[in-house]
């Protein structure tokens, strides 16, 4: 009993000190006059990228020969694509390739169906509406428009520097309102994105079905680059 009680007083008077420095040591105080704000700014621009899917279904009795119909129709239309592919203005790839079972009531296997998809996308509007009509083994699923890459940073710079100063001078009228004369940047942050607006797969089927020896309608519209700062303000 001796030596537990020893042991314990060990124990306090080495964390007494810590104690003691911990307690000697003054809270910091909350920070005041502290205000969160924000302040957005967006930019229209014509979209000049087109994307355009296609898609096509095959079914039977047999897996295999549904995959092999299925891979002849993707090889003719890029076989096709390809003839227009060019890095940059019109680019080709292949979607997945996929076969599965149907059942019947009893969950028996009573057949097979497929899928597969291709994609081709771009700044050549013309030449990928011209194309449309030329792949006769599958067809349009989708149609978007957006902005590339390379048109999106080019705005999204001057979009930010537009929501930067009306951030600044939303922080001006609010100190003032407060009755404060200055205000500091206690933390930020810039966000920008360009939004896509999808095109209705129904329109785009019935593109398909009204063009057969037609060019697809091009009807790129405009695009919106957004940003937006958020943060917090020091007033003084």
């Given amino acids: 009993m001796r030596d537990f009680v020893l042991a314990s007083w060990l124990c306090l008077v080495a964390l007494s000190p810590a104690l003691a420095q911990s307690q000697s040591q003054p809270l910091l105080p909350a920070p005041q006059r502290v205000l969160t704000l924000s302040a957005t700014a967006s930019m229209d621009v014509p979209n000049d990228w087109l994307t355009l899917s296609f898609s096509t279904t095959r079914e039977g009795s047999d897996a295999s020969v549904v995959q092999s119909a299925l891979r ?40 097979w169906q497929g899928s597969t998809e291709l994609t081709v996308e771009g700044r050549d509007m013309t030449v990928i509406a011209q194309l ?25 710079s001057e979009v930010g520097a537009r929501a930067i100063e009306r951030y600044k001078k939303r922080a001006d009228e609010v100190t003032r309102q407060f009755g404060f004369n200055r205000w500091s940047l206690r933390e930020a942050q810039l966000n920008t994105d360009a939004p896509m607006p999808p095109v209705p797969v129904l329109r785009a089927k019935a593109m398909a079905a009204s063009a057969a020896d037609e060019a697809l309608p091009v009807e790129p519209g405009r695009g919106q680059v957004n940003a937006m700062v958020t943060g917090s303000i020091q007033m003084e």
């Fill in 72 to 111: 002849q129709a993707l090889d003719a239309a890029l076989a096709e694509a390809r003839k227009v592919a060019k890095p940059g203005q019109v680019e080709v790839r292949a979607g997945n390739l996929s076969v599965y079972p149907r059942y019947n009531p009893k969950g028996g296997i009573s057949g």
């Fill in 132 to 156: 449309a009509p030329r792949i006769s083994t599958m067809s349009i699923a989708r149609v978007g428009y957006s902005l590339s890459r390379e048109a999106r940073e080019q705005v999204e």
